[in-house]
């Protein structure tokens, strides 16, 4: 019950009950019963003024809040230059730890780069760069008009080198989920077609996932980047190999 309220219903009406005085100072009128006016309780009033102060205090922090008062701030973790700060940051982690072998938690600190370039999208305005999405997060942050043209190049490299990264680690454990290797090439591929790890590293899954026609298109590919790597040759001719054996034995079935 507010302050106003209760005064209200505290009031009784002075037109009730009221006495008329005569000029020799008697009653006029039939007699009527006097109606005593309590007086009002003094711990509703002070309830109502603790309620009052509070109330008050209530305003004058909305208000602070409103204005952006100074003792109020709090400082924000999700501007875009934090963000940028933190992914970078989270990148090179992963990078130290390829470098040292400790593939596992490289991965993790690649997928908490991520993770942060999905939450610049959020903070962009993307509000749901779904997780599962097949493209990349670059045309968020690309039209993007918060960040600086250096924090956008940044970005970009990041998310890709990222997604390669994540690539060359699952390709060192012991038990190499291929299709998830493909899946983070391909990302990178969306935005450079021409990048030689991911063509490379797309054939080589492509070669153990079974499917040696587009394994031979991928290394092929890498080859016309990188005619010199030994690796690509290598995998160019083992899945020659596998296509011409796959045909001979397709050959023999028919026959």
Request: aromatic fraction near 6%; glycine fraction near 8%.
């Amino acid at each position: 019950m507010s302050a106003v309220q209760a005064g209200g219903e505290g009031r009784v009406d002075s037109g009730r009950g009221s006495l008329t005085a005569s000029s020799g100072g008697g009653v006029s009128g039939s007699p009527r019963l006097h109606q005593r006016v309590q007086p009002p309780n003094s711990g509703s009033r002070t309830k109502d003024s603790r309620n009052q102060q509070q109330q008050q205090q209530q305003l004058q922090l909305q208000q602070q809040r409103h204005h952006g008062g100074s003792m109020l701030k709090q400082p924000s973790h999700n501007e875009p230059a934090d963000v940028v700060r933190r992914a970078l940051d989270f990148k090179s982690q992963g990078t130290q730890c390829y470098k040292d072998k400790k593939y596992r938690e490289a991965i993790g600190k690649y997928h908490r780069a991520l993770l942060e370039i999905k939450g610049l999208c959020r903070v962009l305005g993307d509000p749901d760069p779904g997780p599962k999405s097949t493209s990349t997060l670059l045309p968020t942050i690309s039209k993007s008009s918060t960040l600086t043209d250096e924090q956008k190049g940044a970005m970009e490299n990041a998310e890709l080198e990222c997604y390669n990264s994540l690539a060359a680690c699952l390709l060192q454990m012991e038990l190499v989920n291929y299709e998830r290797v493909k899946e983070y090439c391909l990302k990178v591929l969306l935005k450079e077609g021409k990048n030689f790890k991911a063509l490379y590293r797309s054939g080589v899954a492509y070669y153990h996932l079974g499917d040696y026609q587009k394994a031979l298109y991928y290394l092929k590919e890498s080859h016309k980047q990188e005619p010199s790597d030994t690796n690509a040759i290598r995998y160019i001719q083992l899945t020659e190999m596998k296509i011409r054996r796959n045909a001979q034995k397709e050959k023999k079935e028919a026959s």
